[in-house]
């Protein structure tokens, strides 16, 4: 029983990684109906830049905070200049775009840092802490509050904020929105920085428990597609619950079923991106998509 | 027509001569161009004629690849004729991935065979009893390798192993070309295009758009099939890092660089893949044992071509004084 609690609590810390990641996913969908599969990439590259900062004698939370202005900033640039020009066109440019974006971020990263993994310090110690025989770190509980707290505090700028009624009113209709004075372009930027930022706490949350390297958010990101598609592509809280979901899954499938054990965890997760998409497109919380013909 | 007749025979014509003054390792880099070039060929059918994306055209090129090495070493059949099973093996996996993918439309079909690319080298790795795991399975020195156990004679020359594979390579090479172009000419490949342009027009007008998706699906990955089974042979040995994740991205890249899915650009797009670190590695100051510069590249040159996408176009039309469907 001790095990399998303990099977729960990481595969909780792993979740809110995967949450947090799919939560950027969803946002950049909702916002432009494209999936960035550069998502990843650029979450990996805000934890190089703050472990750069570490590296030249910061404390971590200033460089956090810097990381985080300088994702969003990148994030809002990458739309502007990359994006946008092209945003009008057929999806799949734009999504064929983002795919260019992963494998020109991925190469730029091991150019700089190399290849090699980095000792990432992160603001939690990684000492395991004894519970009734359960043990976790306080790494553990600080990835799920602080993937919960931006959940949180994404949802508040949606719901409660006036920028956030205008990034609403910006993805549902962008013609009436720019009527009623919405800068939409403004909004589709600020959207792709709000899921810059969203990357980088996903990417600094796992680069203590993964060693940091350019390939390192390549098999979260699919886990975080898994976890978007579960929670419903369009649906900010499906994205965060998809992914604690997924987290606890993969563990409980990595343990339980000797088979899977912890290689196939990854072939697990495909199979419930096409599980999903096939039985229940919406995904749990999503809606569903009418197209008119 | 005629324009393209002449660029074909000038093609070919090209192929049979480059081996004479190249040296031994050109000639064996320029198969693994072709092999190459038949899997970029593959995707030209599906992304570029059909209208589904396949960020996992690797995998297929993994299956024809452990197809051929497993019949190689465990059966004892010889290299040659594993290609046209490694093509059936793939193309039946195809048709089995393009039933699901029926249901996924644009960049769902993307996210899905990123997974399979993704997914694959851990099932090969857990299945090494059949695959060797990651260690892979060497062919180098099989009985069942052309040259090895058999030596190949034309016009009263012994051809040199290289030599062997440039030849079989482009071989297979020209005559899935001359298949493709007849293939997208006919009413399969009319079908295809009027089913990416408009779903609904070309259910309307009676094309079963079902059945054309899945047999573009079967047809692309049988070609990726055999690009990796030729691969295979090429290198004479697999593993799963034979097929990573940025092989299927690269050949991506490869299909767009080559006129954005025109099978004739499938040339440039395979050159690209082979010689873009040769070529990067020739720009001052970048140290030749790093990958991340050539790895850039790659993406900035996918980049740079979408975000160019919408001039050419425009160009493209203004040139032809007509409307040009492929964007929509």
Known sequence: ??????????????????????????????????LNFAQGELATLSAFICWSLIDHGWAFWPAFGATIVLSFLGGAAIQQTLIRPIQDGPVLGVVILTIGLLIAVNGLMTWIWGGAGKQFAGPFSTAPINVGGVAFSKQDIGVIVISLVSVLLIWLLFARTKLGLGLRAAAV???????????????????WGLAAVLGAVAGVLAAPSLFLEPNMMQTVLLYAFAAAVLGGMDSPIGAVIGGLVLGVLLNLVGTYVHWVGGELRLAVALAVILGVLIVRPAGLFGHTAVRRV | MRVKLIAFGLGVLALIVLPFPLSDFH???????????IAILGLDVLTGNSGQISLGHGAFMAVGG???????????????????????????IGVLVGIPALRL??????????GIAVVLPTILKKFDGLTGGSTGITLFG???????????????????????????TWTIGVVLFVVVWLLLDSRFGRSLRAVRDSELAAAASGVNRSTYKVAAFGVSAAFAGVGGSLLAINVAYVSPDTFPIQ????????????????????IIGALLIQFLPDLVHQVPHIDSKQAGPTTFFFGAVLIVLMLLLPFLLRLGALLTNRGYSRAQ
């Open chain 2, 247 to 266: 092989l299927s991205l690269y050949l991506l890249v490869g299909a767009v660089v080559g006129f954005y899915g025109s099978i004739w650009g499938a």
């Open chain 2, 27 to 37: 000639t064996v880099q320029l198969a693994t161009v072709g092999a190459y070039f």
């Open chain 2, 66 to 92: 452990y197809t051929t090495a497993i019949l190689m070493s465990d059966h004892g059949v010889r290299d040659l004729w594993t290609i046209p099973i490694a093509a059936l093996v793939a193309g039946a």
């Open chain 2, 105 to 114: 439309s644009g960049f769902y079909l993307a996210l899905a065979t990123f």
């Open chain 1, 1 to 34: 029983m001790a095990n399998f609690i303990q099977q729960v609590v990481s595969g909780l810390a792993s979740g809110g990684i995967y949450g947090s990641l799919a939560l950027a996913l969803v946002l950049i969908h909702r916002s432009t109906g494209v």
């Open chain 1, 173 to 191: 209709n962008p013609a009436e929105a720019r009527l009623t004075g919405v800068r939409v372009p403004m909004m589709l930027a600020v959207g």
């Open chain 2, 142 to 168: 099989k009985p069942t390798q052309t040259g090895h156990g058999f030596q190949v004679t034309i016009l009263g020359r012994h051809l040199t192993n290289n030599e062997w594979l440039y030849a079989l």
